[in-house]
């Protein structure tokens, strides 16, 4: 089954804590990208990649770290986290071409207590 | 800029039609998304135009004016499970590493 597969589901950390959100295709996908979503706010995407070895950053990278050492597979770090981080994260993937859809990973909510 | 607006919050009757409006600005422009979300759970494709006009599918339908900035979403024959938030995305250069989304539309569908 074609899926995007983002762990954990939910997530309680305190200040400081280093953390990373794992997220994995199965699709064979070129890019991929985090996304966090905030009530009022909608999906601010924070890093993306385009490929094994590139990525850049989104709207909102401030705080955060991405890695794509293979195509499969996009963790999220967050060396230190903080309050403002505490969110909706979603990990998503599509194919590098004009007008093609993402497919979303089930979402990690993070609370940074 | 880049922004789209879509209004906050709607309320139907179950049975009956709703449109969701979307206005977008992107520079460049390479299509427009309708996406389904369910309350805690990931959003799900329904729709892309990048063409002016109308795509029929099933009960959803999705209509783009380029020259406006211009988009709906019209749902009919609205079910309860239809009580989502719809989220307008526009994708302003090829494939998906820039699409924009907006904050969304949560749609109450009422008995």
Request: glycine share 10%; net charge neutral.
């Amino acid at each position: 089954e074609a899926q995007v597969t983002q762990n954990p589901r939910y997530l309680i950390t305190v200040t400081g804590k280093k953390l990373t959100v794992t997220c994995s295709q199965n699709m064979n996908h070129e890019y991929m990208s985090w996304y966090r979503q905030d009530p009022g706010l909608g999906l601010r995407q924070i890093y993306y990649s385009m490929n094994v070895e590139v990525t850049d950053k989104g709207d909102v990278p401030e705080g955060y770290k991405v890695s794509r050492k293979e195509k499969r597979n996009f963790p999220l770090i967050l060396e230190s986290p903080s309050p403002n981080q505490t969110s909706l994260y979603f990990c998503a993937s599509s194919l590098d071409r004009g007008g093609e859809k993402l497919f979303f990973g089930s979402g990690t909510q993070l609370s940074v207590l | 800029g880049q922004n789209i607006d879509q209004p906050t919050e709607m309320t139907a009757t179950e049975g009956a039609i709703v449109q969701i409006n979307c206005t977008y600005q992107t520079s460049g422009f390479n299509g427009l998304f309708w996406y389904q979300q369910h309350a805690g759970e990931a959003p799900t494709f329904l729709s892309y135009n990048v063409l002016d006009g109308l795509e029929e599918k099933g009960r959803f339908s999705s209509f783009l004016s380029r020259s406006k900035g211009y988009s709906y979403l019209l749902l009919k024959e609205l079910q309860m499970k239809d009580s989502a938030s719809y989220l307008c995305a526009a994708a302003p250069d090829t494939g998906g590493f820039k699409t924009i989304f907006g904050a969304g539309t949560r749609l109450f569908v009422k008995a």
